[in-house]
């Protein structure tokens, strides 16, 4: 049973130009919910998705951040005309139900996204 | 008041001793502090968490221990061991009302344990 993927591990871009980060939930899981991490410091929330529909994006950045999880394939979280305050390690995480206090979230490896 | 302070930064220990790593908290509607351990290149995982109803909760080598009139949790580490090295992060939410995703996490305490 193959955990949270993500991918790609690393991504680089300059100014300006497009990430994709995608993120592929454990099997069974159907919510999903992504994190950035900056250099010493913790993991901060940005976006809580269901299959086809965004629950809770009060962490994401009001401009050129967005994300979906469709029905089919994996949930994508896509920042626009990237700056180099974006340059983070962004994580998934994958839970099989609502996600109460309690709920033990599974973790993918990251993505770390370098802004040139 | 959101904010979960963690320290120290990064720890350094003998093969056999004891880590100790501290968290402290202001918010008052926090009662669910879980800690997740990360190793490199992999994502955090859920390693123990604790409740303050019980002031001390233990796993193995790793115990959590509570102190709530001083909104302070730690994690102990006995007998640590290298393949303990990996970054360690405390977390606090409310439990009844809270979510996973209203985790406010701390900034991390790098762990080296030298064999």
């Known amino acids: 049973n193959a955990g949270v993927m993500q991918n790609p591990r690393h991504l680089v871009r300059r100014r300006g130009q497009e990430a994709r980060l995608r993120c592929s939930p454990m099997?069974?899981?159907?919510?999903v919910y992504w994190y950035r991490q900056l250099p010493e410091e913790g993991l901060k929330f940005m976006v809580y998705?269901?299959?086809?529909?965004?629950?809770?994006e009060s962490g994401m950045p009001k401009e050129r951040f967005s994300a979906e999880f469709p029905k089919e394939g994996p949930s994508i979280l896509r920042i626009q005309q990237v700056v180099r305050g974006d340059s983070a390690a962004y994580f998934c995480?994958?839970?099989?139900?609502?996600?109460?206090?309690?709920?033990?979230?599974?973790f993918g490896s990251g993505t770390q996204l370098s802004v040139l | 008041q959101q904010q979960v302070k963690q320290s120290p930064q990064s720890l350094i220990v003998q093969k056999g001793g004891i880590s100790i790593i501290n968290c402290a908290y202001e918010?008052?509607?926090?009662?669910?502090f879980p800690w997740y351990q990360q190793f490199p290149g992999k994502g955090p995982a859920l390693l123990i968490a604790?409740?303050?109803?019980?002031s001390e909760k233990k796993e193995g080598r790793f115990t959590i221990s509570f102190n709530k009139s001083a909104k302070q949790f730690s994690l102990h580490i006995m007998d640590s061991q290298p393949g303990d090295s990996a970054t360690y992060f405390c977390?606090?939410?409310?439990?009844?009302?809270?979510?996973?995703?209203?985790?406010?996490f701390g900034s991390g305490t790098q762990l080296t344990v030298l064999p």
């Open positions: 995480a994958s839970s099989p139900s609502i996600g109460r206090a309690n709920e033990k979230l599974f």
């Open positions: 099997k069974g899981h159907s919510h």
């Open positions: 998705l269901q299959k086809e529909n965004i629950i809770d």
């Open positions: 918010n008052t509607a926090f009662d669910y």
């Open positions: 604790i409740r303050p109803d019980v």
């Open positions: 977390a606090a939410t409310p439990y009844q009302t809270g979510s996973a995703r209203q985790l406010t």
